[in-house]
């Protein structure tokens, strides 16, 4: 079943899919008009809607019924430095969303190499991948923060991804307000690890095994999860 995404419908007036999303439904998958198909908005809405007018840069559609569905958002809050090859940042934002994660905070540390990131782009791969994999609540995508100030925030339930600790994070009790922090490659340096320790925020270890920035935070999101 394919879904389309829409941020605004309405049962009264007409509903608009974006010009690409619009290109998608008429000139890929050759929808016309008459045909019934299912929009969500990313806040946990399935709607079924009726196409007015197939047209590849705005079409037009009729709200049918709201469908009833039992998803419920996720409360995982992913804080993760940016590699420094954007496709593996990138397919992390992708399995992140098919996986199941409720918001994700980029993570600029000292040795985070990308300090910018692209967040339209980033809202984009959400997207497409919510709708894949049929998720109704997109992941919220934060602002770029930098470390020294992202960590003042942290509350009891955040844990952060750490080498050579014994508490493992499947140990933890899962709560609705865990955030678990992911380092940049090359780990934290010594004097952000003397600010975790200072703050007394949780080290927690994922794998025996060192792991790649985007591989740990999979790795953290699928133990969260089961």
């Not at 299912?38 to 806040?43: K, S």
């Not at 009790?173 to 940049?184: A, N, V, Y």
Request: glycine letters at 4%; one cysteine or more; hydrophobic letters at 40%.
């Amino acid at each position: 079943m394919q879904l389309f995404y829409s941020p605004l419908w309405s049962m009264t007036k007409p509903i608009f899919l974006s010009e690409e999303e619009s290109r998608h439904c008429v000139s890929v998958l050759r929808h016309n008009t008459g045909d019934l198909i299912y929009v969500i908005d990313g806040l946990g809405s399935k709607v079924l809607c009726e196409i007015v007018l197939a047209n590849t840069k705005k079409t037009q559609l009729r709200f049918i019924e709201k469908i009833e569905t039992n998803q419920n958002p996720s409360t995982l809050h992913i804080a993760i430095s940016p590699t420094k090859s954007n496709d593996r940042i990138e397919w992390f934002i992708e399995k992140a969303c098919e996986i199941g994660v409720g918001k994700i905070t980029p993570l600029i540390c000292q040795r985070t190499e990308r300090s910018k990131v692209n967040l339209d782009r980033w809202n984009k791969i959400i997207q497409s991948a919510c709708k894949q994999a049929q998720v109704l609540y997109f992941p919220i995508l934060e602002e770029a923060v930098k470390f020294d100030k992202f960590i003042l925030s942290c509350s009891k339930t955040s844990y952060i991804a750490s080498i050579g600790v014994s508490a493992k994070l499947t140990e933890m009790k899962k709560s609705d307000k865990d955030l678990i922090i992911i380092g940049p490659e090359g780990d934290f340096s010594e004097g952000e690890f003397n600010l975790i320790r200072k703050l007394g925020v949780k080290e927690v270890t994922l794998s025996e095994n060192i792991l790649r920035v985007e591989t740990a935070g999979i790795v953290a999101i699928s133990q969260w999860n089961s």
